[in-house]
């Protein structure tokens, strides 16, 4: 029995089949275009991935699927990115450990659980997402805050239980539009959001785009300032409503405070949220941010499975056992008569 950890994200896929190297790619779907000339010889029905976003940032007119959208499944594309990951991993695996935002309906998790059953043949476990950090941490008990594109999730554990969680439709998507409205409207082009994190996230960056004939370029210092803005008020909306979960907490839950996801390797970040609650608790991020889900929804199913393995050997050898008895009780019972 070979399992998976997988992690869908709005705007990565990130998947690990030993728990310690994680394929990430964009989550993004190209259905084949038809072109004129093909030098390459080779033609696709469909791209995943790197290669879809290459061809989303170079040509305007193919139909760009991104199946996730504020942490819902908006398109059936969705399958093409698990069967990509499983692809790239090069394995075959029974088990497929996942996760959906915390107030995903119990109807949006059969789906999916149903979905990725049928069509790729695998059993499938899913968990709350931001409890795959908080396990990969090997912590039972704390708060996990879960940036990621699309949503910001929230989850309280207490040994292993879960006690209380939120979902809210922001994640680094609202900061990404609100700068990207600047740059439209500073230099007139669109960016993707892979290119905006590079712009944000490396001080040399710099990107160009020809536009009216002319070549337009934005550099990471042409945002900068506004960015730091823009970071500090997305950061206090998101704290407080972290704050109401936590209210009538014990302080022992709240010692293990964890700030995961992409957005928390954003510049910044990991201050604004170490200032916002300054007063409550010390703020931790896992090693890898982007990837700590996936690594623990891998353990999560290895754990399971394991329990699983152990009881279903228990009964085995208590039905052995039995097996073996009972023709000795019969042998009695027939000396007795
Ligand atoms: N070095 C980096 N590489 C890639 N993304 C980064 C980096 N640093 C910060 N980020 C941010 O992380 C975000 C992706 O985070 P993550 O993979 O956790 O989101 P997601 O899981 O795709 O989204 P969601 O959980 O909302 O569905 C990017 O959109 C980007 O803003
Ligand atoms: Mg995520």
């Known amino acids: ?17 030993d728990g310690k190297n994680v394929t990430i790619f964009p989550s993004i779907v190209v259905y084949g275009e038809e072109k004129d000339w093909s030098l390459t010889g080779k033609t696709k029905d469909v791209y995943v991935g790197e290669e879809a976003l290459n061809i989303a940032q170079s040509l305007e007119n193919v139909e760009v699927f991104r199946p996730l959208h504020e942490g819902r499944i908006i398109h059936e594309s969705y399958i093409e990115l698990a069967r990509h990951a499983i692809e790239t991993l090069k394995t075959k695996p029974s088990v497929v450990a996942t996760g959906l935002p915390v107030k995903s309906s119990r109807k949006e998790r ?9 069509k790729l043949g695998v059993e499938v476990l899913i968990f709350p997402e931001p409890v795959g950090t908080l396990a990969y941490m090997n912590m039972d008990t704390g708060v996990c805050v879960d940036i990621g594109f699309g949503t910001t999730d929230m989850i309280v554990l207490s040994g292993m239980e879960y006690l209380k969680g939120d979902t809210m439709l922001m994640g680094a998507d609202w900061l990404f539009d609100n700068i990207e409205v600047i740059i439209r409207n500073k230099a007139g082009i669109g960016l993707t959001p892979e290119e905006l994190t590079k712009l944000i996230v490396n001080e040399d960056y710099e990107i160009g785009r020809i536009r009216s004939g002319r070549r ?13 803005k823009l970071m500090r008020s997305w950061v206090e909306r998101i704290a407080s409503r972290v704050k109401l979960m936590l209210e009538g907490l014990s302080t022992a839950i709240v010692d293990n405070m964890v700030v995961t996801g992409g957005g928390a390797l954003l510049p910044g970040v990991k201050e604004a949220f170490e200032d916002a609650f300054k007063e409550i608790t010390e ?11 996936a690594l623990g929804y891998y353990r999560l199913a290895e754990a399971i499975m394991k329990e699983e393995r152990e009881e279903k050997s228990e009964s085995e050898t208590k039905e052995t056992k039995e097996e073996k008895k009972e023709p000795e009780e019969k042998k009695g019972k027939g000396k007795k008569k």
């Open 1 to 17: 029995m070979t399992h998976i950890g997988l992690d869908i994200g709005t705007n990565y896929t990130k998947a690990t089949k």
């Open 110 to 118: 059969e789906e999916l659980s149903e979905s990725i059953k049928e």
């Open 283 to 293: 703020i931790k991020v896992p090693d890898n941010p982007i990837a700590a889900n």
């Open 216 to 228: 337009i370029t934005i550099k990471h210092s042409d945002i900068e300032e506004e960015y730091i």
